[in-house]
DNA sequence: GCTTTACATATGTAATTTGCATATAATGGC
DNA sequence: GCCATTATATGCAAATTACATATGTAAAGC
């Protein structure tokens, strides 16, 4: 069923590149066990990747010298890096509401999947 | 900066149902404070109040002996209660698999945030 | 009574995002 | 040379989202 985090993308590849540059192959294959998607779009890891890139985020090199087909490397900026640290406190912000929501929906036990609502109850800030 | 749950809004529409029957407008009122959303469009709630309908997660009936313009009042079916506990148990998985990713990204204090990642690659300052 | 404002639902559509397919090209093994 | 693999990239339809606007009723003000 659907309940996804929009635009995790971005984040976990700044996770990645945090750990050390990387061309967009790599990414792509270590992309899947890190957000635990099975299926990772590959035209959308390059387009995220240029998209970062166009905003400061990382920047890309051509690498021939490397064994293989020719490469773009992309190494994290500090902006980028700053970007990622302001993500993973976005993401920590989102796993605390998502924490509140789940208490508040959860409350009572079984009784909101099972029994008639309460007349009361409405969550209030 | 964008960190967003998608498609979250389907579950709180019916965590705010499962509470007792309601009207869109109200829903309307009720869904910023709930998902900490400054903005929720107006359009997109009342089709999403149809799309769960025609998927039979609630049940609607035009109510015209309540005081203002007539209302159409919403009401939680039983496989809108069932969808809706799936949805928590989603969304649990969901904030556990942030709890994993925040965990990782930050272990090692704060060198994610502030230091080189690797001897292996950074940009020169 | 008539006008204005608030309530309530709904449609239209442009922009963005996503998913899926396909194109291109270089390398390495045979 | 031929072919599978590696690597990057584009094209496009479908789905989603954001923004605007339309429609009609009821309450409030004068």
Chains 1, 2 share one sequence.
Not at 84 to 102: K, M, Q
Request: glycine residues 10%; without cysteine.
């Amino acid at each position: 069923m659907r309940a996804r985090v929009e635009r995790f993308g971005e984040p976990a590849l700044l996770f990645l590149l945090a750990d050390g540059s990387a061309h967009g192959y790599e990414l792509l294959d270590r992309l899947p066990a890190l957000t635990g998607e099975e299926r990772v779009d590959v035209g959308n890891v390059y387009r995220a990747l240029r998209g970062l890139e166009q905003e400061g985020f990382v920047e890309s090199e051509w690498r021939a010298d490397l064994p293989g087909p020719a490469k773009r490397t992309y190494t994290l900026t500090s902006e980028g890096r700053a970007a990622f640290a302001s993500w993973l406190d976005s993401l920590e912000g989102l796993r605390d509401g998502l924490t509140v929501f789940l208490d508040h929906a959860r409350k009572g036990g079984d009784d909101v999947r099972t029994a008639p609502p309460s007349p009361v109850a409405s969550p209030e800030p």
